[in-house]
């Protein structure tokens, strides 16, 4: 997106906003997380709904991995540290990771 502005004495000064970059946020199954726990993920640090949240946690468990949002840089590794701290927090062994999209 661009904005030109006129400045005080006739100048065209041109402005470029450029848009930021998406990282999706993928989770990674394994074989000892319980599927609630994952549900339960999904809900707090990811605003699902209980029907997404399921649906994405069965996707995860039978393919190995499901993309569960897609954010501005800073927010997905955020989302994505704090799932990593609640799996700690809980003796979990969940993991996920950021691709760039």
Known sequence: MELKKQAQKGTIISEKFIE???YRVILLNDDFTPMDFVVAVLISIF???QEEAETLMFKVHKTGQASVGIYVYDIA???CFQV???AKNNNFPLQCKVEKV
């Open 84 to 86: 990593l701290t609640a």
């Open 20 to 22: 930021p970059e998406n």
């Open 77 to 79: 590794t955020t989302k």
């Open 47 to 49: 605003n699902k709904s």
